[in-house]
């Protein structure tokens, strides 16, 4: 079944699939979103940086001052004597506290500071609100007060403190010349009230006869408890008898001799029980007549009518018993049914009750109430006399700390600022690089690659970004980086069983620019360091670029014959190879570009070119065009030819990648494997050392010169089309 290219979607299934290790998932993160868009991050952060720099210095600072006073309810421990002790002390306190702050942040007291410090001036518009704290555990209060000049808000947090306390002492002489008077008034007003709450309380007992209510309502109680436990024996008492009634129905035969055990043994239970006991004498007294007398004798006859005469009244007396059961079974039924009319009647009782006794409760709250009201009113009388006969009361508000002028703005505060700027910024960033990551279309893993292919199409090797020039890294002393990196992907090719034994590999790619020259190139000469007899042909016969890579190595004039050539016939194949010396390999070029490439490849020419360079060589290496581009590839590959597929990652597209795998299944061609390229790679991946990446950087660079496939005539350098770097511009990688 085929596996779909996976999207930014799935690769954060697979990450939340995977907490067991949670280094692969962050590096996993930083690679998907992280490394792509490094720029980004960089830019966003200075930008917010540099945004939030402008904001700490073009902001209007701000700067702060708190007073700090002590404010207690000393008039209530001035009563806190012996046999004046009030109960409710603390809370009182407490309340009176939160009061005092409030009234500190009115409006009236604002108004007053601001009048003082001068209503038209610049000073009494430019500070805030204050805050008023309360400092945990104890009865001091802050007033914080900011502002754009730290003298303004010092001074403004002490002339509110001013003017509080001026406020509440002159307060205080107000309420001690009227207090007492209005409390006073209030108190014969409570009373008033408390005298007619009281005495409808006493009409309304009188009117509805309550003296005691739970009296009343636990005695209905116990009756109506006692009538259920009445009801309940009368069930059990019917339920007795209907069963002994039902018994009798089932078994008419053996009454007589059932009914003394299922009743009592009294009245017509006891009498029947006398006439069976008479009825088994006088069958035991007739074997002793049949010994004297025969069955025709009156004597036994006799006897025998005594017996059914036995027998009868038995029977009769069993009737007799069973209606007087059925009696006493509706007696029961009429007693159970008037207990229920009783238990009925208690019930309408007591819902009554709790009616009325809600009724009751409700006045005697409300009377109850009123007393609490005029105890309070009392109390707060005496604490006002007293207070005014004392001094303590003077002493309840005291200013602690004054404000002083603040060295320091409280905003901006340039950290904070900053740090939410780069949070900011990152979190910009990161937000970015998520959406360009899930509109982005390109293949950035290996694994995408293999997942394309189900997973049945080895990968041989991967390719970091160089950063040297191609043809720098075809002079390489053998020890350097690319050395090992296409020694492993030789080892890889040698050691697979697809490829083991195979003389002749063809090396491709999706599209152009994918690195298939370069990597075909630098096989070759890996394979030659093994001691190998090497054939590196090109057979790109549309858009050759091998002349291009190796030109540091080739004669004058190499172009003018190559494999074109000899599939027309006019040289043989010996004529146009071409050995490098450095490289210790044979190359057999193009030539001239012919019209029909196509046909060439496909021509039985191809196939005897074939066998002559596998009879002489150990390895042939072909360069092939982009199977997507032309099908010379295809035609190529089914010459009993290994083909291996380049996929150059954040380059090569999804939906290219699934074209590339659709087109091979339509020809029912499986590559033998595929060589990924411009891969990220840690850097001891190669040996950190002698194999280092040192100023190489990670990855092999293609260059920005991309090109289009067609057909052309002319074998110079810049004559198919494609862009010749410009002076000071590095040759293009790309291949």
Known sequence: MEQPINSPAQVQADLADNNDNSMELVLKVLDTFVRPYIWLYIV??????????IYCVTAEKRYSSTAQMLISSNEARAINMEGLHDPTQQQNSEVFLRTQMLVLES????????????????????????KITRVPGTNLVNITVTSNKPETAAKFANTITEVYVDFVYKRRATLSTTGVDLLRDQLAEVQNNRQKAFEELLKFKEAHGVFDLKQNYDTLVSQKNDLMNKRFETQLDEDEITMTLEEIANNRNQAAIMLPYLTSGEGAAGLLSSIKSME????????KLLQSYSQEHNAVKVHGQVGDELRKAAEEQVDITINGLKLKRQRIQK???????????????????????SDYHQREAAANKLDETITRITNRISEIQIADATT?????????????????P???????????????????????????????????????ISNAFANQVSIFGTLPLFSKDEHELLHSNGGDTVDEVFRDIRTSLNLSMVTRGRRVIAVSSALPSEGKTFVICNLARSFARDNKKVLLIDLDMRKPRMHKILR???????????????????????????????????VALVGPIPPNPNELVGSESFNKLLEEAKSKYDMVLMDTPPVLAVSDTLLIAAHDVALLIINRLFYLTKPTLAHLRDRLRQVNLKPAGIIINNVSVPKNAYGYGKYGYGKYGYGYGYGKYGYRYHYGHNSGEGSDGEQVPKDGEQPSQET
């Open 44 to 53: 966003s952060l200075a930008l917010f940086l540099a945004a939030g720099f």
């Open 107 to 130: 409006d009236e007291i604002l108004a007053m500071a601001r009048k003082r410090m001068g209503e038209d001036g610049e000073d009494s518009r430019s500070v805030s609100r204050p």
């Open 280 to 287: 088994l004498q006088h069958k035991m007294e007739l074997p």
């Open 335 to 357: 007693r159970r049914q008037q207990l229920s009319l009783q238990i009925a009647d208690i019930e309408k009782q007591l819902v009554a009750l709790d009616r009325l006794s």
């Open 392 to 408: 303590i009361g003077n002493y309840a508000i005291t200013k602690v700390n004054d404000a002083k002028k603040a060295h320091s």
């Open 410 to 448: 409280i905003f901006p505060q340039p950290k904070k600022v900053l740090l939410m700027a780069a949070i900011a910024g990152l979190a910009f960033a990161g937000l970015v690089s998520f959406i360009l990551v899930s509109i982005n279309n390109t293949v950035t893993e290996p694994a995408q």
């Open 552 to 586: 540091d190595l080739l004669p004058p004039n190499s172009m003018k014959r190559g494999i074109s050539n000899v599939l027309v016939g006019d040289c043989a194949l010996d004529d146009i190879i071409i050995h490098l010396d450095s490289l210790n390999m044979d």
